[in-house]
Nanobody
Framework: QVQLVESGGGVVQAGGSLRLSCTASGRTFNSDALAWFRQAPGKEREFVAHISGTGDSTYYADSVKGRFTISRDDADRTMTLQMNNLKPEDTAVYYC?????????????????????RGQGTQVTVSS
């Protein structure tokens, strides 16, 4: 079993940057696909970014493409989301989620129910 804990959220002005981290404990997660999702009040959880188990494939929601970068360091058991040029519409609780031995591509990675384990989330608030 893998446990995930997110950190790095906070309040930032529009145009600013934040770096979210997701730290894993429990079994090794080297072969696990990992993803970031977010959920704003009153809205459904939506896909943000995905990284494959090998780290050589990444996918992004159109709304964050070119602004956010997902990466992983299996030696440190962490996944990060570098968020630049933040906008008020990026305000949400951000969750990291994962699934063992899972391969997907493009929109096939977007459904949060495909990733069975998840953290508790970290709040990101972007003020205008």
């Amino acid at each position: 079993q893998v446990q995930l804990v997110e950190s790095g959220g906070g309040v930032v002005q529009a145009g600013g940057s934040l770096r979210l981290s997701c730290t894993a404990s429990g079994r090794t997660f080297n072969s696990d696909a990992l993803a970031w999702f977010r959920q704003a009040p009153g809205k459904e959880r939506e896909f943000v970014a995905h990284i494959s188990g090998t780290g050589d494939s990444t996918y992004y929601a159109d709304s964050v493409k070119g602004r956010f970068t997902i990466s992983r360091d299996d030696a440190d058991r962490t996944m990060t989301l570098q968020m630049n040029n933040l906008k008020p519409e990026d305000t949400a609780v951000y969750y990291c989620q994962g699934r063992r031995n899972f391969a997907c591509s493009g929109s096939g990675c977007y459904d949060p129910s495909l990733y069975p384990y998840r953290g508790q989330g970290t709040q990101v608030t972007v003020s205008s």
